[in-house]
């Protein structure tokens, strides 16, 4: 195994944490299933999938620019 830190927004952190508990589950297998599942997918040559992880990225590097007082210097 290894520790990783990762900044993931507050509210979506809270929401994903009260889900896990609620259903017995550790967030920690979910997000390894998750970044699993997008790793397979990555694999699979899908073109679809590939532009579609894609255009998520450039989305959420967007957003987090919007966020930050200084991101579209960054």
Same mark, same amino acid.
């Given at each position: 195994? =290894?520790?990783?830190?990762f900044?993931? +927004?507050? /509210?979506?952190?809270? /929401?994903?944490?009260? *889900?896990?508990?609620? $259903?017995?589950?550790?967030? #920690?297998?979910?997000?390894?299933?998750?970044? =699993? #599942?997008?790793?397979?997918?990555?694999? #699979?040559? +899908?073109k %679809?999938? @590939? +532009?579609?992880?894609e255009?998520?990225? /450039?989305? @959420?590097? @967007?957003? %987090?620019?919007? $966020? *930050?007082?200084?991101?579209?210097?960054?």
């Open positions: 195994m =290894a520790l990783k830190t900044n993931i +927004d507050e /509210q979506i952190y809270k /929401q994903f944490s009260k *889900h896990c508990k609620s $259903e017995g589950l550790s967030m #920690s297998k979910k997000v390894e299933r998750f970044i =699993a #599942s997008e790793i397979e997918n990555l694999k #699979s040559g +899908d %679809e999938i @590939r +532009d579609k992880v255009e998520e990225r /450039q989305k @959420r590097i @967007r957003e %987090e620019n919007n $966020e *930050h007082p200084l991101g579209k210097y960054c």
